[in-house]
C-alpha cells in the first residue's frame, strides 16, 4: 500500500529496520517513555530517504533529506510522546506512516520552518485513520517538497493563503476555534445555572462567528 502512494523513484527505497534501542542510546530516556516503546511500538522501519542523489531534488540549508518512516503499533493510537523522541534523535524531517492491522494512518512533524531557526519539533500534523493525504513529492527543492507535505495535513480553507508561514498560521487559528468550540459546547452541556449558561452561548456563538470569518476571510 505504502509503494502504492508513495510514487518515488527506486533509489529512494531503504526498508531498513531500527531498533527501538537506537533511540535509548541517542537520548537519556525514562523509564517510563522506555516502556511505551515497548507497549506501543512493533517496529520501526525507515522506508524512504529523500536526497538529493535518491530523488534528484536540490536540497537547501534548511532541508538536507526528508525520512518517510513506518511505524506498525500494538495498538491504535498514535503514540505521540514516542515521535517527540524520534524527531528529537533525527534532525531531519520525518514523514510518519502508521499501521495498526488493517487500520493505516500519517503524520509529519514541522521543524523550523516559519523564520525560526530551531529544527526542534514544534507541532504535529496527522491525518484521520484510513485517510491518505494527497502528497505530491515534487518541488524545485526539498525544502518546497517538505513544505508540500505539510500542506497535506492542513485545513483546506487555510492553503490558499499561498506564503507558507501565512498557511500554518491560518491553519492553527482554524485548529485553536474549533478546539475551543468543542471543549465549550460540552461546558454548556453540563452548565446548570442559567445566567452562567447564556453567557456560555454568547462566547461559543463569538468563536463560531470569528472562525466562519477566518475561513471566509481566507476562502475571499
Same mark, same amino acid.
Given at each position: 500500500?505504502?509503494?502504492?502512494?508513495?510514487?518515488?523513484?527506486?533509489?529512494?527505497?531503504?526498508?531498513?529496520?531500527?531498533?527501538?534501542?537506537?533511540?535509548?542510546? /541517542?537520548?537519556?530516556?525514562?523509564? !517510563?517513555? +522506555?516502556?511505551?516503546?515497548?507497549? *506501543?511500538? $512493533?517496529?520501526?522501519?525507515?522506508? @524512504?530517504?529523500?536526497?538529493? !542523489?535518491?530523488?534528484? %531534488?536540490?536540497?537547501?540549508?534548511?532541508?538536507?533529506?526528508?525520512?518517510?518512516? +513506518?511505524?506498525?503499533? !500494538?495498538?491504535?493510537? %498514535?503514540?505521540?510522546?514516542?515521535?517527540? &523522541?524520534?524527531?528529537?534523535?533525527?534532525? =531531519?524531517?520525518?514523514? @510518519? $506512516?502508521? &499501521? @495498526?492491522?488493517?487500520?493505516?494512518?500519517?503524520?509529519?512533524?514541522? !521543524?523550523?520552518?516559519?523564520?525560526?531557526?530551531?529544527?526542534?519539533?514544534?507541532?504535529?500534523?496527522?491525518?484521520?485513520?484510513? +485517510?491518505?493525504?494527497?502528497?505530491?513529492?515534487?518541488? #524545485?527543492?526539498?525544502?518546497? &517538497? =517538505?513544505?508540500?507535505?505539510?500542506?497535506?495535513?492542513?485545513?483546506?480553507?487555510?492553503?490558499?493563503?499561498?506564503?507558507?508561514?501565512?498557511? #500554518?498560521?491560518?491553519?492553527?487559528?482554524?485548529?485553536?476555534?474549533?478546539?475551543?468550540?468543542?471543549?465549550?459546547?460540552? *461546558? %454548556?452541556?453540563?452548565?446548570?445555572?442559567?445566567?452562567? *449558561? &447564556?453567557?456560555?452561548?454568547?462566547?461559543?456563538?463569538?468563536? /463560531?462567528?470569528?472562525?466562519?470569518?477566518?475561513?471566509?476571510?481566507? +476562502?475571499?
Amino acid at each position: 500500500m505504502i509503494n502504492a502512494k508513495f510514487k518515488l523513484p527506486h533509489d529512494a527505497i531503504v526498508n531498513k529496520f531500527i531498533a527501538k534501542t537506537k533511540f535509548y542510546e /541517542r537520548a537519556a530516556l525514562s523509564s !517510563k517513555i +522506555q516502556n511505551e516503546f515497548t507497549r *506501543k511500538i $512493533q517496529k520501526i522501519t525507515w522506508k @524512504y530517504k529523500l536526497a538529493e !542523489k535518491t530523488v534528484g %531534488i536540490s536540497q537547501t540549508d534548511r532541508v538536507t533529506e526528508i525520512q518517510i518512516f +513506518q511505524i506498525e503499533l !500494538k495498538e491504535r493510537a %498514535i503514540p505521540k510522546n514516542i515521535l517527540k &523522541v524520534i524527531d528529537a534523535a533525527i534532525p =531531519y524531517p520525518i514523514l @510518519y $506512516q502508521f &499501521v @495498526y492491522k488493517d487500520d493505516m494512518a500519517f503524520g509529519v512533524a514541522l !521543524k523550523g520552518m516559519t523564520g525560526k531557526e530551531s529544527a526542534a519539533a514544534r507541532n504535529y500534523y496527522f491525518s484521520e485513520w484510513n +485517510q491518505c493525504p494527497d502528497f505530491d513529492f515534487t518541488g #524545485i527543492d526539498l525544502e518546497k &517538497v =517538505y513544505q508540500k507535505i505539510i500542506k497535506a495535513f492542513v485545513h483546506t480553507e487555510a492553503k490558499s493563503r499561498g506564503d507558507f508561514a501565512a498557511i #500554518i498560521d491560518a491553519d492553527n487559528q482554524i485548529k485553536n476555534l474549533e478546539k475551543e468550540i468543542v471543549t465549550l459546547s460540552g *461546558k %454548556i452541556k453540563k452548565e446548570k445555572q442559567f445566567n452562567r *449558561k &447564556v453567557e456560555m452561548n454568547k462566547s461559543l456563538l463569538a468563536k /463560531r462567528s470569528q472562525l466562519k470569518m477566518i475561513k471566509g476571510d481566507i +476562502q475571499g
